[in-house]
Structure formats: structure tokens, C-alpha cells
């Protein structure tokens, strides 16, 4: 099948709507139009041209389109700043809204008083203002600030709605990456605020444009001083009524032009989806170019020696180079450590990166990649990797290296979600950091794409501190230099990955590298012999063996008849076990322990060197099987546990074990563990 350019995107998609909301829709639009229409049916279009030609008619048309773009340019001027900070505001943002939505409410005669009362000529205000030559009664000036009075609102209230709808997390990771605020603000925030800045502008120029009341109450109607196009209608209406329509039908075309206009800006052209290739990645020239650029100060200078984090409840180091690798339950608190790392919120001290952090305490020479890629929707994907690289051919460079050439010119919100992630993990890697923290990296990539970038970070590593984010045990293991576990909030020191593997077991660790845990009882010694390996603890280590299964310490019963079973594993308890049968242990056996060797009737005990050097067999049934490509996945009951064992679908003859049979499992007994139970 080949992928075909989509006729459609999502944005064509809608959802079917209940009769009523048509009915009630049709019905306003008569509400707004039927009164338009008729307004319209009394023109005398014959004699439009001559009103339109009156020197009466172009000055008042003069003083409304200067007063609406005089007052359009101090709105924006002083309303964008205002929707800003009222929408940065946390819970006093309903009195400030409610302030500055006042004047919508106010009938506009009030509105013109309000203003006669505070810069009129008897005004508060009036003693400075006549002591600066400033005059705002029945003057154009006075036309304007009635104006921008009624027309305020409507800036500010647009740019207020748009702030609050700004994506935080894209701030966030604009300043994980070091983007300084002025960057952020001029290239992020800004061209997002522009459609609102926009329709904030028209709606504002329309409605100065229409504004009567305030006007006729602060500045009077002096004839080309003061007289706006609404106030001649107004005036026209009690002598000439039929002149009083031409007028108004002349507003009404320079009022539908304004929107026009600001719509056309606001308009956007959607087009469908473009489907992005990747080309051929060169890893070697990508990790060169991510390699960073400028040596660190020595102050901040970790390359050589071990990076000192301070939590709450422990001091510990981590690799430096080196990458650490932070595992947990969903919702453990990882990636609130890495935002604490990074200094983004406080928690964590990090030794040879300062005290000095900025205005969102960010801690130099840290990059932090958050969970989401978070891209600016308006910028294309060179333009957000060059706001890091600084540099449009090194960003160039950047691409092509990672296969993503193509997609230069294409706009960041256009992007798949692990599109997306590519770019937002190159550029985080393009950074010039010394500490790189990712926050699940590889989330959205194919299993080739994730192979890849497994190969670039460690070779970056080299070179850089690198704290990352996963739960993906084949990339922990691959990656891992150290290990931190992070449970309910705390965060454990870290440990190198084989300790991991052999300590006691949580049950988030359990699941994630695939550990089977059984409770038992422990039997006679089978043996003594001292562990030569340092990662299994300290003193001597000996080989006993349990019993497992149904009915053994209130385990339930697995209705596959008695699934009890003696298993050999090494003793991981501190002091030595005990010489007679006592009490309840935990056993655990990792993936690798368990080998399925045939069928119960046809079992191939494999050599001892092939998986271990004590190997014992065990008959278990079939519970469920499926086949993953060559491989058969095979769910037998073991110990009264379902235990999932991978096995090469050739070795079935290419057919799947029927469920309900029995198949030989062997158990290498050197890598069980058995613990003492807590």
C-alpha cells in the first residue's frame, strides 16, 4: 500500500449538530439582519452619490475614520500590555477584568459625563491639564478619548482570552532549552497573541467608528471639529430622515470594509497534511554537531567529576559524563525531579551549577526537554531549532544529519506528535548544555527511530552530564550508567543498573523488567558457596532452595491442579539462612532464568553453559499462546503463577502449542534470588 496525500485534514471534520441549535441559529441571524435589510430598503440609492460627493459628508467621514485610527493605535498601544498582564494575573484576575469591562456596560451618555467629570474643562483633572496647554472638551482630541474610553475594552479582553489559552508548557520548554525571555516573548508569545491582537484592533476600530453617546456628551458636535458620522445621522434624522438613511448606509459600508479587512488577516488557509519523510540518518555527523560549542566557565564545570544533587531526604552524585537514567511509577514525582534539576521550580540544589539562578530560577548550563515537544505552532521547524542553534546553516547542518532535511520549511504545528518529538529532542541536544535532562525522549518513536537516537545519546554522553526519563527496561539497559528510582515523591540514590537488578525488588521494578516474584518457604540448605559477584551483596552467599505454588504462604490455588514446586536460588538475605524449614521468603526470577526446552513428553534439557550451571526442568501447562512475528509467546501456569516465556516459533515445528498441553520449563537456579520476606 502507498501513502496518498490526504484529501482532507482533521480541521474539515465536524460534528452533526441537533436541529434546535439550527433553528436557533437561523433565528439570530434575522435578529441581526431583518433590521439591516430594511434600513437598506429606505435608501434612495439615486441620490447616494450626491450625499456621498458633500463637503458635509467627507468632513464628517474625515474626523470618524481619523478619531477610530487615532483611537485603534492607543488601544492597542496601551490595551495589549493591560490583556497581558490581566491575564498573568492569578486570583485577583476577576476584578481586574471586571474593571476594565465596565465601560461595555456603561450607557454612553455616562460614559461622556465620566469623562467631562475627570478631564473636562471643570474636571479633576483640569488644573494640570490647563497648566500643560491640554484641552480635551469639545475638541478632536476630546473625540479620541472618548473613543479609546468605549473601545478599550475590546482590545483588551481579546488579547486577555488569548494569553490564558497560551500552551505554559511550550513556555516551559522554550526556557528548558535557554531561550532568554525577550526571545521567548518576541518570537513564542507574541506571534501567538497576533490573531487576538488583530481581532481585538478590528472590533475596536468598528466600534469607534459607531460611537455616538460619549461622543455628543464630552465633545459636542461642532462642525469639522467634533462632528463624527453617527452624530450627523443623528442631527440629519430630525431634519432630513431620507439623508439620515444615505448617511447611515455610507457608515454601514466603511464599518463592513474595517471587518473585512481585519478578517481577511485572520483568515488562515488550511491545508491538508503533509506526509514527511525521513531520509538516511548519519549518526556520526549528528552527535558531532550536538557535540557543545562553548567550554564551561569553572565555575560551572562538571566534566571530570560526579554532579551533587541535594533533595529533601538524600545527597547523592551522579555521573558526570555519564547518563543517569530516573525510573518510577506514572505520577512517582520524575518529572517533577527533572523540573527541580533544572531549577524551573525549587526542591533540588545542584552543586557546580550556581546559586544565581534567573528569573524562574533556571539553573546555567542545564537543557531540560519536557514531556511534551511543546513547538511554537507558528514557527517552521528551522526557525524553532535556530532560536537554540543561533545559527540558520548549523540548524541546516542539524537536519540533514538527522534525516529530516524536508521538513526545514514546514510549520512546527503541522508536525505528527513523534514528528514533533524528533525536533524537540534535536534541539534540545543542539542546545549548548552541559547537564541535558529528557523527559521521555523516545515517546511516539518506531522501534527504528528509537534504536537510533539510543545510539546518539549514548555517544553524547561522552562529553555532557545526561539525566533521562524512561520506562522502557531495553533502553535503561542499554543506557543506564546509574539508576534512580523515584516512589510516591522520594527519590532513592542511584545505583548502577546490575545492583538494580539484583537487590530486592519493588513492585514497580518487578514490572518494569519483567521480574516474577513468588512467595515461599524456605527448605533445607542444598549447598553453600561464596558469590563472587560484588553487585549481590556483601559476606557469603548460598544456594537453598523453596517451596512455591498453591497453597504454599495463603497463595490461592491456580485451579491447574497442585502447582507446588521446589525451586534452588541463591540466598540474598544478610545473615545466613536457617539449617531447617522456616518461615515465608520472596523468590525472584528474572526473564532470563525461565526457557521453555519442549514439549512435557519431548523436553531438550539445554547444556549447562547455554543458560546456566544448575538447570532444573518443570512441567507446566498451557494457558495461552499468541505468535509475535517468529516468535510464540507462550502463557504457562507456573508455581500457580501466569508467567509469559518468548520462544522461537521453530522450535514448535512453526505450529503454536495447544493450550491446555504441557510444555518443559527450565529454571537456572544461579539467577534466582530468594530474599528473606519483610
Same mark, same amino acid.
Given at each position: ?8 485534514? /482533521? ?5 452533526? !449538530? ?14 441581526? !439582519? ?36 487615532? $483611537?485603534?493605535?492607543?488601544?492597542? !498601544?496601551?490595551? *495589549? ?18 474593571? =476594565? ?32 496647554? !491640554? ?12 473613543? *479609546? ?40 508569545? @507574541? ?50 430622515? %431620507? ?5 447611515? #448606509? ?34 556520526? #555527523? ?105 545559527? #540558520? ?16 520549511? &514546514? ?6 506528535? %513523534? ?55 531495553? $533502553? ?32 514497580? @521494578? ?25 553487585? /549481590? ?23 491447574? %491442579? ?22 515465608? *521468603? ?9 526457557? *521453555? &526446552? ?19 526442568? =518443570? ?60
Amino acid at each position: 500500500m502507498t501513502a496518498q496525500q490526504p484529501d482532507r485534514d /482533521l480541521a474539515s471534520v465536524r460534528l452533526p !449538530l441537533p436541529w434546535f441549535v439550527w433553528v436557533c441559529a437561523v433565528l439570530a441571524v434575522l435578529v441581526v !439582519l431583518a433590521p439591516i435589510v430594511a434600513l437598506w430598503s429606505r435608501v434612495d440609492f439615486t441620490g447616494l452619490p450626491g450625499v456621498f460627493a458633500a463637503p458635509e459628508t467627507w468632513s464628517m467621514l474625515r474626523i470618524s475614520l481619523g478619531a477610530a485610527l487615532l $483611537a485603534t493605535l492607543m488601544c492597542l !498601544l496601551i490595551g *495589549v500590555p493591560c490583556g497581558v498582564a490581566v491575564g498573568h494575573l492569578g486570583r485577583g484576575a476577576w476584578i481586574a477584568r471586571l474593571l =476594565v469591562m465596565l465601560p461595555l456596560a456603561l450607557p454612553p451618555v455616562v460614559a461622556g459625563l465620566a469623562l467631562t467629570a475627570m478631564i473636562g474643562r471643570r474636571g479633576m483633572l483640569a488644573p494640570i491639564l490647563d497648566a500643560v496647554g !491640554l484641552q480635551f472638551a469639545f475638541r478632536f482630541s476630546g473625540v479620541v478619548a472618548a473613543h *479609546v474610553f468605549i473601545c478599550l475594552p475590546f482590545v483588551i479582553v481579546a488579547v486577555e482570552a488569548a494569553f490564558r489559552q497560551i500552551d505554559r508548557s511550550m513556555v516551559v520548554a522554550a526556557y528548558g532549552v535557554g531561550l532568554a525571555p525577550s526571545t521567548i516573548w518576541w518570537r513564542i508569545i @507574541v506571534p501567538t497573541l497576533s490573531p487576538a491582537v488583530v481581532a481585538g484592533a478590528g472590533l475596536a476600530f468598528a466600534r469607534s467608528l459607531g460611537e455616538f453617546g460619549a461622543t455628543l456628551t464630552f465633545a459636542g458636535s461642532l462642525p469639522g471639529v467634533t462632528r463624527t458620522l453617527p452624530v450627523g445621522i443623528y442631527l440629519a434624522r430630525e431634519i432630513d430622515q %431620507g439623508a439620515a438613511y444615505q448617511l447611515a #448606509a455610507v457608515l454601514m459600508c466603511v464599518a463592513v470594509a474595517a471587518l473585512l479587512l481585519s478578517s481577511s488577516v485572520l483568515i488562515t488557509r488550511s491545508n491538508p497534511p503533509v506526509v514527511l519523510q525521513r531520509e538516511t540518518m548519519h549518526i556520526d #555527523a549528528l552527535v558531532e554537531l550536538c557535540r557543545p560549542q562553548h567550554q564551561p566557565s569553572p565555575e560551572t564545570a562538571l566534566h571530570g567529576r560526579r554532579a551533587t544533587l541535594t533533595t529533601s531526604t538524600a545527597t547523592f552524585s551522579l555521573p558526570s559524563p555519564g547518563i543517569t537514567v530516573v525510573v518510577g511509577n506514572n505520577g512517582a514525582g520524575k518529572t517533577t525531579l527533572l523540573q527541580q534539576i533544572s531549577g524551573l521550580i525549587s526542591g533540588v540544589t545542584v552543586a557546580g551549577l550556581g546559586n544565581t539562578p534567573n528569573r524562574l530560577r533556571k539553573h546555567p548550563g542545564v537543557v531540560l526537554l519536557t514531556q511534551q515537544a511543546a513547538l511554537p505552532p507558528r514557527l517552521s521547524v528551522a526557525a524553532a531549532i535556530t532560536m537554540v542553534t543561533g545559527d #540558520a546553516q548549523h540548524t541546516m547542518r542539524l537536519l540533514d544529519a538527522a534525516g529530516c532535511a524536508s521538513w526545514a520549511s &514546514v510549520k512546527c504545528g503541522r508536525l505528527s506528535g %513523534g514528528q514533533a518529538r524528533l525536533v524537540a529532542l534535536l534541539r534540545a541536544l543542539a542546545a549548548d548544555g552541559e547537564m541535558v535532562l529528557l523527559d521521555e525522549p523516545f515517546a511516539g518513536f518506531d522501534v527504528t527511530l528509537a534504536s537510533q537516537w539510543l545510539d546518539v545519546i549514548a555517544r553524547c554522553a561522552k562529553d555532557r552530564t545526561i539525566v533521562l526519563v524512561s520506562h522502557d527496561p531495553g $533502553a535503561i539497559r542499554r543506557l543506564a550508567d546509574a539508576v534512580v528510582v523515584v516512589d510516591a515523591g522520594v527519590v532513592q540514590p542511584p545505583v548502577s543498573f546490575a545492583a538494580l537488578c539484583t537487590a530486592r525488588p519493588s513492585s514497580f @521494578v518487578a514490572e518494569l523488567f519483567g521480574l516474577q516474584v513468588f512467595p515461599g518457604v524456605l527448605a533445607a540448605d542444598v549447598g553453600c558457596e561464596q558469590n563472587r559477584d560484588s553487585e /549481590l551483596g556483601k559476606g557469603v552467599q548460598q544456594q537453598v532452595s523453596v517451596l512455591v505454588g498453591d497453597d504454599v504462604v495463603g497463595d490461592a490455588g491456580s485451579g491447574y %491442579g497442585n502447582q507446588q514446586l521446589v525451586l534452588a536460588g541463591v540466598w540474598m538475605g544478610t545473615a545466613a539462612p536457617p539449617a531447617e524449614e522456616v518461615g515465608d *521468603v520472596c523468590v525472584v526470577i528474572p526473564p532470563g532464568a525461565l526457557t *521453555v &526446552v519442549g514439549s512435557a513428553a519431548n523436553r531438550q534439557v539445554p547444556a549447562r553453559g547455554d543458560i546456566g550451571e544448575a538447570v532444573s526442568t =518443570v512441567d507446566c501447562p498451557v494457558v495461552a499462546v499468541r505468535s509475535v512475528g517468529a516468535v510464540c509467546v507462550i502463557v504457562v501456569m507456573f508455581a500457580g503463577h501466569a508467567v509469559e516465556v518468548a520462544v522461537p516459533l521453530a522450535q514448535f515445528g512453526g505450529s503454536l502449542p495447544a493450550i491446555g498441553g504441557r510444555v518443559a520449563l527450565a529454571v537456572d537456579s544461579k539467577q534466582v534470588r530468594i530474599w528473606p520476606r519483610e
